[in-house]
């Protein structure tokens, strides 16, 4: 059972921290509030006022929570991790849901928020853990590939409206010359990512394995796969539980019934990885050029 529970609100530069130690939730629970930095100094002073601030130093009582913020809880989640904390990593919109009527915004009222949603709902906790090294390798790639092909695509709709929008001239011609040159260039980095994510898989038995499973699917490509994989932990995520799995993709139907004036046939809900589910739409599609039944 824990009984140390504490609330991080992320930003980019400092963390706000706020501490509820509570033996149960019927109690008023005491609550302390600190500011840190965002780097291994703030984290390590975290740990420090913590110890200072309670009087359990059991660590195994103790609980950190915070919200899924991309790279900026990658940090300290992995330092925790490493020093043997727990730490939750909580969708940002369950913890929002789960809150009283707010109204203040700032930073130490969400980090207030969120150490209680951890005292109170810690049974359902899902603690963290960080993505192996090719797996975390190959994410890098993946996302940054995925920039290049949309910046590529941007100034490829650029160039084209110029041509049918603007009379011939010098900066017609400027801008057209610029933009075969740089998307030219992003050609090449998008194929530079294709022989690293090749290479990274190659190199990793798990991934050489799964990758090869889900690519003999008609339809699905490397992007498909490499994308499947990075955002499911290499299909670990979800403990192999289909009806989970589907519900993330966002191919699950869900409907809405309540009364008698309330009866919406099942629909496919916005709350999904919205990557995910573009590249299956594209995969579909391929495969229907590939197998039209």
Partial sequence: MKKIFIGIDYSKEKFDATIIKAEGVEERAERK???FDNKQSGYRHLIRWIDTAVDEHDVSLWLFCGENTGGYSKG?????YAHGYDMWLENALSIKRSAAIQRTKSDRADSGIIAEYAMRN??????????GKNLERLREVFLYRHNLVKLKAS??????????????SDMSRFISMSSKHLITEFN???KECDQRIREIISEDEDLQ???EIITSIPGVGTQNAVCLMVYTDNFCRFGYNSRKIACYYGVAPFGRQSGTSVNTPPHVSPFANKLIKALLSQAALS???FCPQ
């Fill in 33 to 35: 509030h600190n500011v």
């Fill in 76 to 80: 300290l989640c992995d330092y925790l």
């Fill in 155 to 168: 100034m490829t709709v650029r160039r084209d409206e110029k041509k049918l929008t603007q009379a011939k």
């Fill in 287 to 289: 495969s229907i050029l």
């Fill in 188 to 190: 090449k980095k998008i």
């Fill in 209 to 211: 394995r799964n990758y």
């Fill in 122 to 131: 810690y049974d359902q906790m899902r603690l963290y853990k960080p993505l």
